[in-house]
């Protein structure tokens, strides 16, 4: 049981390039999650789909977009990336309602 | 509003116990979590507490809940080297009829001395 997993573990981009962050969950939840890891700051909310077909913004949306393909998959993406989105990215899922949000193992962001 | 704070850093010897709190703001919040990170890995459940309880014992996890403060505490007993990590407080909250979303604090870095 794979869990969620994200891809890729490690990006380096220049100012300005785009990048999709996949994400993908086998455990039949209906919400998933972006969060990002800055040092200090904890986990800042990015996005969230409470079902497949929604999404709605978190604590901090600004420079990116989001899709839920399908009910495994959720997408992160940087239309153009600005070095103040260096960061560690993580994903997570979760059954509506449920006690537990399951998490990637992250993927870690340079932007140069 | 929405806001979880927690201490940057707690620093114990290897046996003795380890308290980390916790504030939050959101009186609507439904569960109260304790997750840990381990250096390069993403985030695991140690334990969570439901907002009508005021305490939950797991083995060497306490966790103590005081709601008229918005006070949240994990006390680890008998602390060892292995739980040396990023220890992160969240709430859960729901708004509107959407699913839960997780507010997370900034993070308490334990260090365990041998």
């Given at each position: 049981?794979?869990?969620?997993?994200?891809?890729?573990?490690?990006?380096?981009?220049?100012?300005?390039?785009?990048?999709?962050?996949?994400?993908?969950?086998?455990?039949?939840?209906?919400s998933?999650?972006?969060?990002?890891?800055?040092?200090?700051?904890?986990?800042?909310?990015?996005?969230?789909?409470?079902?497949?077909?929604?999404?709605?913004?978190?604590?901090?949306?600004?420079?990116?977009?989001?899709?839920?393909?399908n009910?495994?998959?959720?997408?992160?993406?940087?239309?153009?990336?600005?070095p103040?989105?260096?960061?560690?990215?993580?994903?997570?899922?979760?059954?509506?309602?449920?006690?537990?949000?399951?998490?990637g193992?992250?993927?870690?962001?340079t932007?140069? | 509003?929405?806001?979880?704070?927690?201490?940057?850093?707690?620093?114990?010897?290897?046996g003795?116990?380890?308290?980390?709190?916790?504030?939050?703001?959101?009186?609507?919040?439904?569960?109260?979590?304790?997750?840990k990170?381990?250096?390069?890995?993403?985030?695991?459940?140690?334990?969570?507490?439901?907002?009508?309880?005021?305490?939950?014992?797991?083995?060497?996890?306490?966790?103590?809940?005081?709601?008229?403060?918005?006070?949240?505490?994990?006390?680890?007993?008998?602390?060892?080297?292995?739980?040396?990590?990023?220890?992160?407080?969240?709430?859960?909250?729901?708004?509107?009829?959407?699913?839960?979303?997780?507010?997370?604090?900034?993070?308490?870095?334990?260090?365990?001395?041998?």
């Open positions: 049981n794979a869990g969620v997993t994200q891809t890729p573990k490690f990006q380096v981009l220049k100012t300005g390039q785009s990048m999709t962050l996949q994400c993908a969950q086998d455990m039949n939840h209906n998933m999650y972006w969060y990002r890891q800055d040092p200090g700051m904890g986990l800042r909310l990015i996005y969230y789909s409470a079902s497949e077909g929604t999404t709605d913004k978190g604590e901090v949306p600004n420079g990116y977009n989001v899709s839920r393909l009910k495994r998959e959720f997408s992160l993406r940087l239309e153009s990336a600005a103040s989105q260096t960061s560690v990215y993580f994903c997570a899922s979760s059954e509506e309602g449920g006690t537990e949000a399951f998490f193992q992250g993927t870690r962001l932007v140069v | 509003g929405e806001d979880v704070e927690q201490s940057l850093f707690l620093s114990v010897r290897e003795d116990s380890s308290v980390i709190n916790c504030t939050y703001t959101d009186s609507s919040s439904t569960y109260l979590y304790w997750y990170q381990e250096p390069g890995a993403g985030l695991q459940l140690l334990t969570y507490i439901f907002s009508n309880m005021d305490m939950k014992q797991d083995q060497r996890l306490t966790v103590l809940l005081n709601k008229k403060d918005k006070h949240l505490s994990l006390r680890i007993a008998d602390t060892q080297t292995g739980d040396s990590a990023i220890y992160f407080c969240a709430e859960s909250l729901n708004y509107g009829g959407a699913t839960n979303k997780l507010i997370f604090g900034t993070g308490t870095l334990l260090a365990v001395q041998p």
